[in-house]
């Protein structure tokens, strides 16, 4: 925040300035220790005790009713005081079941009392639920406290047994709370209560350095002089004698600040507590001491019109105006689109009657330029009742949720993303000329002169092969379908050659359709829409959540493609609930306020009433139309309908593959979008196909496809990848229970008292009706629904549309509710028998909730008697602590793009993609739309093919080094660590990524030793050669050899000559003919020489072939 904004900000304390009645309140507190504040508005109050505990110069403890109130008293409190602690308490919403669950979140709660403590100012704020966590006593805190400092004498082997005699826990990478790691003379440890977790180097036994690391990338991002940390003394079942958090407290200078006592559900022992304490209550029921009452922020309902004229009313009055928004982009969108107006303004002379006195050509001096913009989010704007303050909020003037700054990642999984993707010994890989085989570790053998690693592969009858690392490249891990076993290939055999080059040929056929479609769109001529206007921007800012940068791109990209001269035709692919159906609905309001219709083809009738609903509720402040046809409308009502279509009047129209009847006319259509194209039969494909060729199309799926294919699709097909989760969404509440009536009672009755709906989803169709007569001993007055595949099409979407219609309060359900059905209203789900369920399933039916601005949960049922198996339960815990949408769940997402791909090129495809694996079906994919682009298309992609000419490539060069390279056992202790490390290493295209590895391995390892320098100086060398057609370089005794491609004419003709001219200036290089092959031979001083003399190699060539 600039100190602009923080002088603004310290103004609004003048509020409480020379007010008679703030001061008479201060003295009758420092009289009674006790007093009552009414307010209206949340932000105020942080205002209020913010100025309150700088005047009684005393701490705050806030209580109020749940955590995400908590999260809004912090983003509060942080916006108002520059120079006081903001210490949340709660660090789940799950609170005392959290700490229950897992002890070690007990550590948050000792971390923040000691800070706390510690702090001269400070505002603390907690739950009823943490007042009454057991806590330990504060001398046992007290003996486990560990301190330690760079530079501290510490005997290196006694320190790590001491710490696992306390409740650490020795793994090979740390990722949760306990967890401890050793490499050589390196300590990672992750404390009870920290944020991130700790590198602790030694040399010997003396502390070299302290740095915190991030969890997912494991790399430091913070030093450390010295810092304190606690023993595992959280788990409740070992305190002996637990104590609340009150023992913490010192009553001398702290003050509890009750938020709304009437909402929150406090103990009859912790009320006594309370009255020990000076305290002031917020908005009680009986008469207050003191009012806080201001102007709300008004409803603008998204019009920037009414929010320029509010704010040249209080300009004329004179008001500090202060306007935040949730970020940097979303504050200079608004600055943007309040000048926009102006611009407007300035050509319509009818509405400058507005503004009477002010010239509107010097607006934007007189005020815009008072305003302070910050990108520090409140929750509630206000004006102040003399119109001396006012804050307004970027997200209540387009009615939007709030983001929460928050002060941590409440992320923290129990499996990191690390360990959801290591190699383990026994996982098949693929070898892109071999076959598939399983990964059988890493072997140092002899090679020449000198030690190298390798990767041990078996195959079929146990054969083994030696991978050499120069190959590294052609192996990766096996991806395919969940629960696929691939067979393992037979070494020598001709059998998977053939299967490649089958496939690969189907592969081209396939691709060869999509290039001659593009090939037909290009050349089409369709509707140029203009640019964005006023509305268009003024619409897009009242999207109720924040953009991903994802759904801003895509957003983009299909907006740039309706002005281009050519039809659009562009893929949306996203996951569940990542904002696809906006980036539809913006494309169609643009159509509609362009004078052009757009239509909106679904599969299902129930998706069609959703959609209807949905673009309904969007557009319901502008001039637009919008209908449905669909078989819930009666003949007439269709009737009806096809004639406002034929004569222009509905804008935007909605239905199912009726829409594509021969009856069906429109007066101009311009878009159209088509949601899951796969799921509709032949004849409407083929219909489809003709009409995409001269009219804009925009195409979406819930089935995500990688990036990579995306890449390779490139000039084939416009695809668009939303992978990014919503960030504002509240995150779905999720907890893995067993069968308990009670449990399943509680949470029926919360959904259903705040007249939300529920799924119920089970594994087996031939139980849902058992399993719905037992809820309904549960919850007696609930209505429930039963739906499952094995129903026709006409029974199910009729019981879908009674639960959208709120018919039914439950619907016990198969997963067959797993895609495509987006019910704002459902916010529980419970998933039966969840061990069951793939990650990928458990992941897409989690994302059903959670799709409105209210607080969803789901719960993972699994058997009282089951003994779930390591992997299921790391499973379910992986959902259970990734809360939020798309949080590193890797494994799930690979599996969804699998599908994705048999989506986007039909089902046979997803059997290639079992044959050959996901990543080499990728490269075959590449290779072939390359070689098309290449040969069959070459003039439709020549400007495309030229931009795109490098030098020859070769990925799997191979160095001949003289000297050990590789990573000593005892430097990397992991395997499968030392696999990923060699694997990132042969992937790396450029310097600059060798020297960040570097770094990364010596931060995460300790200094390198001499075989570790050895590999790191190869792989220099290797990047360097990668774009110059080398096929080897041999180093021996500083002599370098290169070896020429053999037979290889377009390389002698375009590249070589320039090679000659360049070595052609060194006397000390010579041409060596070694039988066919040619080799170019130097000898260097050091490695150092090498390096630089490829360098300047390379560079010579690139610039002289480019």
């Not at 760079?150 to 306990?178: C, H, I, M, P, Y």
């Not at 003050?255 to 917020?282: A, G, N, Q, R, S």
């Not at 959904?751 to 309904?776: A, C, M, N, P, W």
């Amino acid at each position: 925040m600039n100190p602009k904004s923080k002088e603004t900000i310290n103004k609004f304390f003048n509020y409480f300035d020379n007010n008679n009645k703030y001061n008479n309140l201060i003295k009758l507190f420092k009289k009674t220790k006790n007093i009552s504040v009414l307010s209206n508005n949340n932000s105020i109050k942080s205002l209020f005790l913010t100025a309150f505990a700088k005047d009684i110069n005393s701490k705050l403890l806030i209580i109020t009713k749940n955590y995400f109130e908590q999260q809004n008293w912090v983003d509060d409190l942080n916006f108002f005081s520059n120079d006081i602690d903001i210490i949340p308490i709660s660090q789940s919403p799950k609170g005392k079941k959290e700490y229950l669950k897992n002890p070690e979140a007990l550590g948050w709660i000792v971390q923040g009392l000691e800070t706390f403590s510690s702090s001269d100012k400070a505002i603390m704020i907690a739950t009823p639920e943490e007042l009454t966590t057991p806590l330990p006593n504060k001398l046992r805190v007290e003996d486990s406290r560990i301190s330690i400092a760079k530079g501290q004498k510490l005997n290196f082997d006694q320190f790590v047994q001491e710490l696992l005699l306390n409740g650490f826990s020795r793994t090979d990478f740390v990722a949760s709370e306990g967890d401890i790691a050793l490499r050589g003379g390196i300590i990672d440890i992750f404390p009870f209560g920290k944020n991130n977790p700790l590198r602790l180097e030694f040399f010997g036994d003396e502390i070299e350095s302290i740095r915190e690391f991030e969890i997912i990338s494991q790399r430091s991002i913070k030093e450390h002089s010295e810092i304190t940390f606690f023993n595992n003394i959280f788990n409740i079942s070992t305190i002996n004698t637990p104590v609340s958090i009150f023992e913490y407290l010192q009553k001398s200078d702290l003050i509890l600040v009750i938020d709304e006592p009437e909402m929150l559900e406090i103990e009859p022992e912790i009320e006594e507590k309370i009255k020990e304490f000076p305290t002031i209550f917020i908005n009680p029921l009986e008469k207050a001491d003191f009012e806080i009452l201001v102007e709300k922020q008004p409803s603008f309902e998204g019009s920037i019109k009414e929010f320029t004229k509010k704010l040249l009313e209080l300009e004329e009055l004179g008001t500090n105006i202060i306007i935040t928004a949730d970020n940097q982009d979303y504050l200079i969108r608004l600055q943007n689109l309040v000048q926009n107006y102006f611009d407007q303004l300035s050509n319509q002379q009818e509405d400058n009657s507005t503004f009477s006195s002010i010239k509107i050509d010097n607006i934007q001096k007189q005020f815009i330029s008072k305003i302070q913009w910050i990108d520090n989010p409140i929750s509630n704007g206000f004006i102040t009742k003399n119109y001396k303050y006012a804050i307004f909020t970027e997200h209540q003037i387009f009615e939007r949720l709030k983001r929460f700054a928050g002060n941590r990642n409440n992320d923290k999984p129990s499996l990191s993303l690390k360990e959801l993707e290591t190699l383990n010994i026994g996982d098949y890989i693929v070898h892109s000329d071999k076959g598939i085989a399983e990964f059988d570790g890493i072997q140092t053998i002899k090679i020449g002169n000198s030690m190298q690693d390798c990767i041990r592969l078996k195959f079929q009858d146990d054969d083994i092969l030696y991978l050499n690392l120069n190959y590294i490249n052609k192996i990766d891990r096996y991806y395919s379908s969940e629960g696929i076993v691939p067979k393992l290939s037979k070494l020598g055999s001709p059998d998977w050659d053939r299967r490649k080059q089958r496939l690969k040929k189907k592969i081209k056929d396939l691709s060869r359709d999509l290039i001659s479609l593009y090939a037909k769109r290009k050349s089409s001529v369709g509707h140029q829409f203009p640019a964005d206007n006023l509305w268009q921007k003024e619409f897009e800012a009242s999207f109720m959540f924040e953009d991903t940068i994802d759904q801003s791109k895509t957003s983009e990209e299909v907006k740039q493609d309706m002005s281009s001269k050519s039809p659009m035709d562009r893929l949306v692919c996203g996951d569940v609930g990542f904002g696809k159906t906006e980036i539809a609905i913006r494309a169609a309001f643009k159509a509609a306020i362009n004078g052009k219709q757009a239509a909106v083809l679904v599969p299902t009738t129930i998706l069609a009433q959703q959609h209807y609903m949905t673009f309904q509720d969007r557009m319901n402040k502008y001039p637009i139309v919008v209908e449905v046809l669909s078989r819930f409308k009666s003949k007439k009502e269709q009737e009806e309908v096809l004639k406002q279509l034929k004569d222009g009047k509905i804008d935007i129209i909605i239905g199912t593959h009726r829409l594509l009847s021969n009856d069906v006319q429109f007066k101009d259509l311009g878009l159209l979008i088509i949601d899951e194209e796969h799921r509709f039969g032949v004849a409407a494909k083929e219909k489809l196909r003709k009409m995409r060729e001269n009219i804009d199309t925009l195409t979406m799926t819930a089935t995500p496809i990688p990036r990579t294919l995306n890449f390779s699709l490139l000039g084939v097909r416009d695809i668009s990848v939303i992978e990014t989760p919503p960030p504002n969404r509240l995150p779905v509440y999720t907890e893995i229970i067993n069968w308990d009536k009670s449990a399943i009672r509680d949470a029926f009755t919360k959904e259903l008292s705040r007249h939300g709906q529920i799924f119920f989803v089970s594994d087996k169709v031939y139980d849902l009706e058992l399993i719905t007569q037992e809820l309904r001993t549960i919850i007696p007055n609930a209505r429930f629904g039963i739906a499952h595949g094995q129903m026709n099409t006409a029974h199910l979407e009729k019981i879908m549309e009674e639960f959208l219609e709120r018919k039914y309060d439950v619907l016990v359900t198969t997963k067959i509710i797993e895609s495509g059905l987006d019910i704002p209203n459902a916010n529980t789900i419970f998933i039966n028998r969840a061990q069951n369920f793939g990650l990928a399933e458990l992941y897409q039916l989690r994302g059903r909730v959670g799709r409105s601005n209210k607080q969803a949960y789901c719960y993972l049922i699994v058997p009282n008697d089951h003994k779930l198996p390591e992997r299921s339960l790391k499973r379910l815990q992986a959902l259970e602590e990734f809360t939020d949408l798309g949080s590193g769940l890797k494994l799930a997402m690979r599996d969804m793009e699998l599908r994705g791909v048999g989506n986007l090129f039909g089902a046979e495809q997803s059997g290639y993609i079992s044959d050959l694996g996901y990543e080499l079906y990728s490269r075959v994919l590449d290779e072939a739309v390359q070689e098309l682009k290449e040969e069959e298309f070459s003039e439709l992609f020549a400007e495309q093919n030229h931009s795109q000419k490098k030098l020859l490539k070769n990925d799997n060069i191979e160095i001949d080094y003289d000297q050990n390279a590789f990573f000593p056992n005892d430097y990397v202790p992991s395997e499968t660590e030392r696999y990923a490390f060699y694997k990132r290493l042969y992937q790396a295209k450029t310097p600059q990524e060798i020297n960040d590895l570097e770094n990364e391995a010596i931060d995460r390892f300790g200094k390198l030793p001499i075989e570790a320098e050895n590999l790191f100086f190869i792989i220099r060398m290797r990047v360097l050669a990668l774009e110059t057609g080398f096929l080897k370089l041999q180093i021996k005794s500083n002599t370098l050899t290169i070896e020429l491609p053999e037979n290889n004419s377009e390389y002698y003709q375009e590249i070589f000559p320039t090679l000659i001219d360049y070595v052609s200036m060194f006397d000390d290089i010579q041409f060596v003919q070694n039988k066919n092959k040619l080799n170019l031979v130097s000898k260097f001083q050091d490695n150092q020489e090498m390096l630089e003399f490829l360098w300047k190699l390379k560079k010579n060539l690139t610039e002289n072939f480019t």
